[in-house]
């Protein structure tokens, strides 16, 4: 199966199985602690990510993912970031890595609608991007700064017809901890969101439509943080954040008339998918190599045959 074919026909997991969540928990623990700056079991762009890969597992597999281990989601998750330009872009928050679409009020239709009606799902990696250019020790952020990573899914009911969209969502930060979950999306609801976001004047009532969608799709169902700052002096050194009060911290940082904006990554998937084949391909061939040389090892341990020829 085509990169580009998967991509039309992905088979959804079922959130709410206990093999979906097996696997999300065990891959997201290892793969590191939750803060903004690396990933983690319920951080954003763990969570993007894992999802995405367990959704091909479960494409490839036909709608089955019993012979998927914590262990082997682990690897592909390494495998996968290992590629370069997938790493600077789910990694290190660089949205110049990966081709990308800025979503406004004219080409939003398009997107979710009219680019994708007849496809049953879709998987739309997206991010909320602080679109300031910027350089660091990391390298260069000529597009922006992601500072939120999350999904819109798109899925349509065979019988009725009816589409139906949501945000697939988990936050991690220095005061926040928000677990995975899904939330219904109006799009005619989430383009005025994308106005108020871009829009270049600061007032309660954008405020209001910013406030009420961050705590409706990102910031819902909170855990209590402990922030640690190595560099303060001891009896300072945790800070503890209640859900709400941490919520509306990191809700402050959103509010700057026209500094973020809504990418949507439109090659993502394919990279992902691919990156999972390459794996797949390098465990054959591995595999492959192992079995020829047991093969070789086992036939250099034989005894000798002994001759039968008499002895002058």
């Avoid at 891959?27 to 762009?45: D, H, Q, W």
């Avoid at 020829?292 to 002895?311: A, D, E, I, Q």
């Amino acid at each position: 199966m085509y990169a580009e074919d998967l991509y039309e026909n992905i088979i959804l997991p079922n959130l709410a199985s206990q093999k979906y969540k097996e696997l999300f928990r065990n891959a997201g623990t290892n793969c590191g602690p939750v803060t903004r700056r690396s990933c983690g079991p319920i951080s954003c762009k763990g969570s993007q990510l894992i999802y995405i890969i367990i959704a091909l597992l479960n494409t490839l597999n036909d709608d089955n993912l019993d012979n998927v281990s914590p262990h082997q989601l682990l690897d592909i998750y390494n495998y996968v970031t290992n590629n370069k330009n997938i790493s600077k872009f789910s990694l290190f928050n660089n949205p110049s890595k990966m081709l990308h679409i800025i979503i406004d009020n004219q080409n939003i239709n398009t997107i979710f609608t009219e680019h994708t009606e007849n496809m049953e799902t879709s998987i739309y990696p997206m991010a909320l991007v602080n679109a300031t250019p910027f350089n660091n020790e990391f390298g260069n952020y000529p597009d922006g700064v992601i500072s939120h990573y999350f999904i819109i899914i798109k899925q349509t009911n065979n019988e009725t017809n009816e589409i139906n969209y949501s945000i697939l969502s988990s936050y991690g930060s220095d005061c926040v901890q928000i677990p995975q979950y899904e939330t219904s999306l109006n799009i005619n609801y989430f383009s005025s969101v994308v106005e108020a976001f871009g829009s270049n004047e600061l007032t309660e009532e954008r405020n209001l439509v910013l406030h009420n969608f961050l705590t409706e799709y990102f910031f819902k169902d909170g855990k209590i943080t402990y922030y640690i700052d190595e560099y303060a002096p001891s009896h300072k050194k945790i800070t503890k954040y209640e859900p709400e009060v941490g919520s509306e911290l990191e809700e402050q940082l959103y509010y700057e008339p026209n500094k973020f904006k809504f990418y949507y990554f439109c090659t993502f998937v394919s990279k992902v998918h691919q990156q999972l084949l390459n794996y797949f391909k390098d465990m054959e061939t591995t595999k492959k190599k192992k079995s020829k040389k047991k093969k070789l090892t086992k036939r250099k341990h034989l005894p000798k045959k002994k001759s039968t020829k008499r002895k002058k």
